[in-house]
């Protein structure tokens, strides 16, 4: 199956600009996660998706941050307007529905700069 | 909330030898406990996991040992070799689809 997959793998904008970062999970998990890693810290988590609906937002850092998941398959992230400390790598996972076992699968990430 | 922390931070030992990371947890109600490898350029690819009731698991050259009591769990990696080089995190999760804390991180070189 496929994995996980992030786009883009890399950006580079400037203070005060927006960013959306897309998120396409395995197919059929219905479980989406956001996770940040700022420079050399550990992976923190944003948000949390089960299908369309958000399950748990208690991550994200400000309401500069918006998260959707329209339809249940695919996710963004916006940020708007990027801040210098929103800079980092953005990860996102997915897992299976209702098994009792969540083992997340992670995308390869998308590096975020912001100057 | 639930803080995971995680030692050493970077790590070296020379191929063939065994290296041994170790975290810790607060929140009595976590139950799960992976364990993920970065590569450069990669996202965190689970590893191992451990559950709250068992106290050891053994994969290959791998293994994880969870003492609840202590809050303490460890990753063991024995006959390193060079592939293995890369960034380790553990993790702890309080059961079902809940988010997964992090620790840190490792960064472990094997030196050939």
């Known amino acids: 199956e496929a994995g996980v997959t992030q786009f883009p793998s890399h950006s580079v904008i400037e203070k005060g600009q927006t960013v959306t970062l897309r998120c396409d999970p395995i197919s059929g998990h219905d479980n989406l996660y956001w996770y940040r890693r700022v420079m050399g810290k550990e992976i923190k988590f944003l948000l949390h998706?089960?299908?369309?609906?958000?399950?748990?937002e208690s991550g994200m850092p400000n309401n500069r941050f918006l998260a959707e998941r329209t339809g249940g398959t695919y996710s963004t992230l916006k940020v708007q307007p990027a801040e210098l400390e929103d800079s980092g790598v953005y990860f996102c996972?997915?897992?299976?529905?209702?098994?009792?076992?969540?083992?997340?699968?992670f995308g390869p990430g998308t590096r975020l700069t912001v100057t | 909330g639930e803080n995971v922390e995680q030692h050493p931070s970077t790590l070296s030992v020379q191929e063939g030898d065994s290296a041994v990371i170790k975290c810790t947890y607060s929140d009595s109600a976590s139950n799960y406990f992976p364990w993920y490898k970065q590569e450069l350029g990669k996202g965190p690819q689970l590893i191992i996991d451990i559950r709250s009731n068992v106290g050891e698991k053994k994969d290959q050259r791998i293994a994880v040992t969870l003492n609840k009591t202590a809050k303490h769990f460890s990753l063991h990696i024995t006959e390193t070799q060079p592939e293995d080089s890369a960034v380790y995190f553990c993790a702890a999760q309080a059961g079902g689809y809940q988010k997964v804390t992090f620790g840190t991180g490792t960064k472990l070189q094997v030196i050939p």
């Open positions: 998706f089960v299908k369309e609906s958000k399950q748990d």
């Open positions: 996972a997915s897992s299976r529905p209702g098994t009792g076992v969540n083992e997340q699968y």
